[in-house]
């Protein structure tokens, strides 16, 4: 079951592009967290809203709130699309134990091995704030993003 507004966020450590492990509660009580759940480095639709974060990263980052992308593609994938593409924001890899982060956040889709286009906002006490899932194919609307974000801060 995918989490809702008001549930507690599942705490994880991943590995970003550089190696290094993430944790989700290490940003309670200093930051609320955009987490963007994309399907496939190096998809068109990925790419598009990865670069369009990156172009946008004033909207998302900031001394209150942060942005953090996951899929379960392996690191080394998210370090070439991170360096092919300029993206300087954490991916993180979920891929061993493959999906687990997705599963816990109810956004992992079984026939394809990868979490569905999906974003949470956790807030300071790791509570999520604001859910968003976009069709497998569509953009998301990252106007919205920014807007649930700036709210639940």
Wanted: hydrophobic share 40%; glycine share 8%; charged share 20%.
């Amino acid at each position: 079951m995918t989490l809702a507004i008001g549930d507690l966020a599942p705490d994880f450590t991943l590995r970003d592009q550089h190696g290094q492990d993430i944790t989700l509660s290490s940003y309670a009580g200093s930051k609320a967290v955009l987490l963007v759940f994309y399907p496939f480095a190096f998809s068109g639709v990925c790419t598009g809203e990865l670069t369009a974060i990156r172009d946008r990263l004033g909207d998302f980052e900031s001394d209150d709130t942060t942005v953090i992308a996951l899929s379960c593609d392996p690191m080394y994938t998210q370090r070439a699309v991170a360096d092919r593409d300029g993206l300087f924001f954490p991916l993180l890899s979920d891929f061993w134990p493959h999906g687990a982060t997705a599963s816990a956040f109810g956004v992992l889709d079984p026939l394809n091995g990868a979490p569905n286009r999906s974003s949470f906002v956790v807030d300071k006490q790791g509570v999520v704030g604001w859910v968003a899932h976009s069709a497998r194919h569509q953009p998301r609307d990252l106007d919205a993003h920014a807007q649930a974000l700036r709210e639940v801060t």
